[in-house]
């Protein structure tokens, strides 16, 4: 496909290391909280599109910066160090800078892919702003409006996170793997991705993260001829395809010795409480 050079800058940032998956309404739209950090947020009331001449494209500097952010502070086992992050100045500026690239972009050149990636990034970035803005929290869902009343501007649009994860990825996109790299900063949410993510490595990353989750989540109760899986499978359930498609989803996704009782319809799925423990570590 021929670029003009635009898009070719607009791409190679991305790959340096990408711009930037809330709940759905059973989960989130009942969710609150207060305003996030000021780089990222808007007013309460919706802000204007910006204009195409104020939006800016991405730039080297910060989504490298959100790289590292990433690096330093995602642990192990997809947790977050926020306390960590608050108390380092440097990172908090890489944030700052992060979310305000994000707030004024320019996605109308992007490819599928790099749009993808940089919603994706800009969904996880606010949900970690949002955190650091309310700190200390020890449960997102208790904060009024967290989901689904505070706005941040995100590409020149004034957006709550369950706008962002809706209208920007789940609706446009139709691609069920994106429920394992957005992260919603808490516990039984697929782990947060200790990288970027680009146009060059989502399909890889979405691929890894669905079989992990899958894999770690679902449970084989003995003596039962039934087995449990997150809730995510139950709000989304249409995104993967109504019951049947999430039933073929899961045993995709589980090991091959699991497959056939998973496939077999007389077995019944039922679906885990989430936590919703914010998922951070020291």
């Known amino acids: 496909m021929f670029l003009n050079p635009t898009s070719m800058l607009l791409t190679a940032l991305l790959l340096a290391g990408s711009t930037a998956l809330a709940r759905p309404a059973a989960a989130c739209e009942g969710h609150g909280a207060t305003p996030a950090i000021e780089t990222a947020q808007a007013d309460a009331a919706p802000a204007p599109s910006a204009p195409a001449e104020a939006a800016a494209p991405a730039t080297a500097d910060a989504t490298a910066g959100w790289d590292a952010l990433l690096h330093a502070f995602v642990t192990a086992d997809g947790g977050f160090r926020y306390k960590a992050l608050a108390a380092d100045t440097d990172a908090m500026a890489k944030l700052k800078a992060f979310t305000a690239q994000v707030a004024t972009a320019d996605t109308s050149k992007l490819s599928r892919e790099e749009a993808l990636a940089f919603y994706i990034n800009a969904y996880n970035a606010t949900t970690i702003a949002e955190v650091l803005k309310l700190w200390p929290v020890t449960n997102v869902l208790k904060k009024d409006g967290f989901f689904d009343k505070t706005k941040h501007l995100i590409a020149g649009e004034s957006l709550t996170l369950n706008d962002l994860e809706t209208t920007k990825i789940r609706n446009p996109f139709k691609e069920p793997r994106i429920h394992f790299l957005v992260n919603c900063a808490s516990a039984s949410c697929p782990v947060l991705v200790g990288e ?27 003596n039962k001829k039934a087995l449990e899986i997150s809730s995510i499978f139950d709000w989304y359930k249409d995104d993967f395809g109504g019951p049947e498609g999430v039933r073929a989803f899961i045993a995709a996704h589980v090991a091959p010795e699991q497959r056939a009782f998973v496939e077999d319809s007389a077995n019944k799925i039922g679906f885990f409480n989430y936590d919703w423990t914010t998922n951070a570590r020291d």
């Open 196 to 222: 970027a993510i680009t146009a060059a490595n989502i399909e890889s990353l979405m691929a890894r993260q669905a079989t992990e989750y899958v894999s770690r989540t679902t449970l084989f109760p003995k």
